[in-house]
């Protein structure tokens, strides 16, 4: 079956680490984005790229890294710059960027001690 | 400033009367607006988009208005079951970037 695989499910990170979320997608399609969702917001957008080896930044790219070296996978890094790591982070992809509805994984929440 | 409000954080409805959610927005001019469907812990699944040039939209039991004059849609369940316990989420159109609301958590109670 097609769609977008992210793992962890839940990650534990303790203050000064950098951690790297996984997001693979088998469904052919040229754009991916990270999304991150906080209690009582919407979801907000890190990073998107619309073909490999090109992203741009979101809203909220300070503190998270991206690359794109293959069409299917679209790994996040939060690094030790995020102030506030903690929260669900959630991958999708979709055909293309216009009119096009968002295709998502099933997320992964990041915990940081 | 830009803004998208979607009404009450938490909408509670009796099975088999339709639930009514409403998407507000402040500042933007979108040419498409979407709405999703989240459950706890999980990921988004997209429901139904809408255009500009739309004013309604149906599919089964669900039905999307959108008034570009007023700046709002609306997400309609009729005939609500304890199935359709979720959280609906509104999206918006921003030059291709979507935007999206803080979602209505509906309850539906058998």
């Known amino acids: 079956d097609g769609g977008i695989t992210q793992s962890p499910k839940y990650l534990f990170r303790k203050e000064g680490q950098n951690v790297t979320l996984s997001c693979e997608q088998n469904?052919?399609?040229?754009?991916m984005y990270w999304y991150r969702q906080d209690p009582g917001q919407g979801l907000r957008l890190i990073y998107y790229?619309?073909?490999?080896?090109?992203?741009q930044k979101g809203d909220i790219a300070e503190g998270y890294s991206v690359s794109r070296e293959k069409k299917e996978s679209f790994p996040l890094t939060v690094t030790s710059a995020q102030k506030n790591p903690t929260a669900f982070y959630l991958c999708?992809?979709?055909?293309?960027?216009?009119?096009?509805?968002?295709?998502f994984g099933e997320g992964s929440r990041l915990t940081v001690l | 400033s830009q803004k998208i409000e979607q009404n009450s954080e938490a909408l509670n409805i009796q099975e088999g009367k339709t639930a009514t959610l409403t998407c507000n927005y402040t500042?933007?001019?979108?040419?498409?607006l979407q709405w999703y469907r989240q459950d706890p812990g999980r990921g988004p699944v997209f429901l139904l988009l809408?255009?500009?040039?739309?004013k309604e939209k149906r599919k089964e039991r669900l039905k999307v208005t959108f008034d570009t004059t007023l700046k709002q849609s609306l997400f309609h369940i009729t005939a609500s079951q304890p199935a359709d316990s979720a959280t609906y989420l509104c999206?918006?159109?921003?030059?291709?970037?979507?935007?999206f609301g803080a979602g209505t958590r509906l309850t539906v109670k058998p």
């Open positions: 999708a992809s979709s055909i293309g960027t216009s009119a096009g509805e968002l295709f």
């Open positions: 469904l052919n399609h040229d754009a």
């Open positions: 790229s619309q073909i490999v080896n090109d992203f």
């Open positions: 500042n933007y001019s979108p040419a498409y």
């Open positions: 809408i255009r500009e040039n739309e």
């Open positions: 999206a918006l159109d921003d030059n291709n970037d979507m935007r």
